[in-house]
C-alpha cells in the first residue's frame, strides 16, 4: 500500500519535527508525508528543507497567519468592506481546510490523517495496513489516548478524556479517491468537523477501530484560563457544526431567547389593565425565579441524564425534549413544593424547609460525583489519583469547564450562518 500522509501545521515547528521523526521510525515507512502550513512565519518551510527524513516531504504554503485574520476574512465579504478596501492578504487555514488541501496534493492511493500534536506509534502504519488488508473494511480510524504530565493535566484528562484511548479523525486511513468524493472534512469551523467526518464516514464505509490506542496526544493545556479558552472557543464551533445538518438546535435556541424576553414580563402583560396583576387568572407567582433555576439547571442535569439514562438514543431531539421536560417539571414542582401541598404552614406535614436549596444542591453534588467520581473511574483513572481529595478538583475543572461551554455553544449556534464559508 502506498500511503500519503497529510499534517496540517500552524507556528508548531517543534511539533513539526517530532512527529516527522516518528514517521521515520515507523516499521513500515508511509510513502510520502505532506505538510500544509499556514504558519505567520518560514520556520516551518526551512525546517522542511533542512529536517532529515527517509520519507519524502511534500510542502503547501496555505495562507499566512496574522492577528485577526479570519475576523478580517469575514468582513471582508461584506460588500460594503469590498467597497472601500481592497482584498485582504489570506490568513491561517484552519486544520480541516488544511488537511483537504493536503489530501487534493497527496500523490498516492492512501490518506492517513494526523496533524502535528498526535504522535503515532512505530507501528501504527504497519498495522493499519494489516487491518485494511486482512480484513473487509474501507477506513480504519485513529485510536488516541490522552497524555498528562503536569498535575493540572491530569485532572483535566480524568475529568474530561480518561486514560482510555479515544476514537478520533487523527489516525484515520481512507482512500484518497473517497476522501475526494464527497467525504472531505467539513470547512470553515474550527473543532467539530472532524467529529462530524468521523459519523458520516462510519455510515457510509465499512470502518473499523482498533482496541489499543496507536496515537498519543501529549497536549493538553497547562493551566485553567487557556484550558477554559479552548474549550469555550471550540464549543462554539462545535455548535456550528451540529447546526450545518440540522436547524432544530437554532430554533431551540431561538425558543430559549424569546422565553428570556418573555417570561420576566408576563405577569405585567397578562395583568394589564388591571389593578392587581395577581388577580389576573394567568398571573403565576414567581414566574422569572422559576425559569432561571431551570435553565440553569438543565446544563448540570444533562451531565447525568445524558450519559446514564438515555446513552443509546440516536433520536437528539426526543432526548433534548424529554430531559427539559422533565427537569422543568421537576424544578417548578420542587420550587412550588410549600405553596402546593403545604399553602406555607410550617406545621403541616407536607412542609419541606429549604426545599429549593436542597435540589439545587443535591444537582451540584450530582455534577461533582459525575464528573469527579463515576466519569474518571469508568474510563480508568486510578483511584489512588482520586482519593483522598483529588477527585473534588477534578469535579471542579470538569463542573467549570461545563458552564464556559454553554454561553459558547448558544453563541455558536446564534451565529453559525456567518461561520459558513
Known amino acids: 500500500m502506498n500511503i500519503s500522509i497529510v499534517i496540517p501545521t500552524?507556528?508548531?515547528?517543534?511539533?513539526?519535527?517530532?512527529?516527522?521523526?516518528?514517521?521515520n521510525l515507523q516499521s513500515l515507512l508511509p510513502s510520502e508525508i505532506v505538510i500544509v502550513d499556514s504558519s505567520s512565519n518560514n520556520e516551518i518551510n526551512e525546517l522542511i528543507n533542512t529536517i532529515p527524513s527517509q520519507v519524502?516531504?511534500?510542502?503547501?504554503?496555505?495562507?499566512?497567519?496574522?492577528?485577526f485574520d479570519r475576523?478580517?476574512?469575514?468582513?471582508?465579504?461584506?460588500?460594503i468592506v469590498q467597497y472601500f478596501l481592497p482584498t485582504l492578504e489570506q490568513g491561517r487555514a484552519y486544520p480541516y481546510e488544511a488537511t483537504n488541501q493536503g489530501a487534493l496534493i497527496a500523490k498516492h492511493q492512501w490518506l492517513a490523517l494526523l496533524d502535528a500534536t498526535t504522535i503515532p506509534n512505530r507501528f501504527w502504519v504497519q498495522d493499519y495496513c494489516q487491518i485494511i488488508e486482512q480484513g473487509d473494511v474501507e477506513v480504519v480510524l485513529g485510536n488516541t489516548q490522552y497524555l498528562a504530565s503536569t498535575f493540572f493535566q491530569k485532572v483535566l484528562r480524568a475529568s474530561t478524556y480518561g486514560a482510555n484511548g479515544i476514537e478520533t479523525s487523527p489516525g484515520s486511513f481512507i482512500k484518497k479517491e473517497d476522501y475526494l468524493n464527497g467525504f472531505q472534512i467539513t470547512e470553515g469551523v474550527r473543532s467539530?468537523?472532524?467529529?462530524?467526518?468521523?459519523?458520516?464516514?462510519?455510515?457510509?464505509?465499512?470502518?473499523?477501530?482498533?482496541?489499543?490506542?496507536?496515537?498519543?496526544?501529549?497536549?493538553?493545556?497547562?493551566?485553567?484560563?487557556?484550558?477554559?479558552k479552548k474549550f469555550f472557543i471550540y464549543s462554539i464551533y462545535t455548535a456550528v457544526q451540529d447546526i450545518s445538518h440540522s436547524i432544530k438546535d437554532l430554533y431551540l435556541i431561538a425558543t430559549l431567547i424569546f422565553t428570556l424576553v418573555l417570561i420576566p414580563k408576563w405577569n405585567s402583560i397578562v395583568g394589564s389593565g388591571q389593578l392587581d396583576w395577581e388577580s389576573s387568572p394567568y398571573y403565576i407567582p414567581h414566574i422569572t425565579k422559576i425559569w432561571f433555576i431551570s435553565i440553569t439547571l438543565t446544563l448540570l442535569f444533562s451531565i447525568v441524564y445524558n450519559r446514564l439514562v438515555l446513552p443509546k438514543s440516536s433520536k437528539p431531539l426526543f432526548r433534548n425534549v424529554h430531559k427539559l421536560t422533565i427537569l422543568v417539571l421537576i424544578s417548578f414542582t420542587v420550587y412550588n413544593w410549600n405553596s402546593f401541598f403545604a399553602d406555607w404552614v410550617e406545621e403541616s406535614v407536607w412542609y419541606f424547609p429549604h426545599i429549593t436549596k436542597i435540589y439545587v444542591s443535591i444537582i451540584c453534588l450530582a455534577s461533582f460525583i459525575y464528573r469527579g467520581i463515576y466519569f474518571p473511574v469508568k474510563n480508568n483513572i486510578s483511584l489512588s489519583f482520586l482519593f483522598p481529595m483529588n477527585w473534588f478538583l477534578v469535579g471542579c475543572v470538569g463542573f467549570i469547564l461545563d458552564i464556559v461551554k454553554a454561553p459558547g455553544y448558544l453563541l455558536g449556534t446564534i451565529f453559525s450562518p456567518f461561520f459558513k464559508t
Open 10 to 23: 500552524l507556528d508548531n515547528p517543534d511539533d513539526v519535527a517530532n512527529v516527522i521523526e516518528s514517521l
Open 56 to 67: 519524502p516531504l511534500t510542502y503547501k504554503r496555505l495562507g499566512r497567519a496574522y492577528s
Open 71 to 79: 475576523l478580517f476574512l469575514f468582513l471582508d465579504k461584506l460588500p
Open 192 to 228: 467539530g468537523g472532524d467529529v462530524d467526518w468521523k459519523n458520516r464516514v462510519k455510515k457510509n464505509f465499512k470502518s473499523s477501530t482498533p482496541e489499543e490506542p496507536y496515537l498519543v496526544y501529549p497536549n493538553l493545556p497547562k493551566s485553567l484560563f487557556p484550558c477554559a
